[in-house]
């Protein structure tokens, strides 16, 4: 994740030549052992806001990748962007690249790994239910061929396991957020997750605030007014003292929000241990 937002012109770039340009050099890079490329996550969702999101890619190969087309992977954010330093959107990509079999069987492979705080070469990848769905209704295929038919969507149940999951990173995990933006992004996550237990659907995380909004899911909604704000306009949470004090002050209203979240996992197993 982009750590500072420079200003509101950059913010509202257009990402588009960097993922054109990205798509090319990992094209270029593999050759003919390339099967596919896709972009998935908030930037298909349409939600994608510089300074808070990723754009999460997805790159699929014939065969296993070669420890020479691995070692010249690995580092293509940081050359593309030593290249380009004006662009700010390289350091954005995060995601994984292996073979298609391996992906699809979740076979221990050879990886090239992308994420938030580095990258490295690996020997598997994790995708869970919520990438999964995301990529089969609203992936964007950038080069090679179409092979989401050859993928099973993600049941309720397995949907559900995730928002378990997650819900356990966020008991255990948001006291340390500090004055993070992610402080603010644990509430949004929330309302994604019961979103997800209600409908069996995944949509954005602007959507499901805005939907948690609307349906008057938490008791309070100060917090998630605020968050919603913060991921419209994330530079002004780098530019205001004020939201970094509320954004280190947050744990409790998070814990509060995550009360939510475990009755909506409790009622949606107590139900399906009825059925």
Known sequence: ????????????????????????????ILGENLTAIYLYGSYTLGDFRFGWSDLDILVLTKAAVSEEQAGRLVGLRQELQLNEPDCPFYRCFEGGMLSLCAFIGGLPDRVVYWGTSGQRIT???????????????????????????????PSRKELAENVRLHYESIRKYSHLSGESIY?????????????????????????????????????????LKTALEV???????????????EAAELDPTVQCYADVLEKELNYFYEKRTEG
């Open 183 to 223: 402080s603010f992004g644990w509430i949004l996550d929330i309302a994604r997750c019961v979103y997800t237990l209600r409908t069996g659907g995944v949509i954005s995380k602007t959507a499901a605030g805005e939907w948690a909004l609307k349906n008057r899911i938490f008791d309070g909604d100060g917090a």
């Open 123 to 153: 020997d598997g990848y994790g995708f869970d239910a919520f990438c999964r769905k995301e990529l089969i209704e609203n992936g964007r295929l950038l080069r090679g061929e179409e092979i989401r038919s050859r993928l099973s969507a």
């Open 231 to 245: 991921r419209k306009a994330p530079q002004k949470f780098f530019e205001s003292a004020e939201l970094r004090k």
């Open 1 to 28: 994740m982009v750590n500072s937002c420079e200003d509101t012109a950059l913010c509202r770039r257009d990402p588009d030549p960097a993922i054109e340009k990205m798509s090319d050099e990992i094209a270029k």
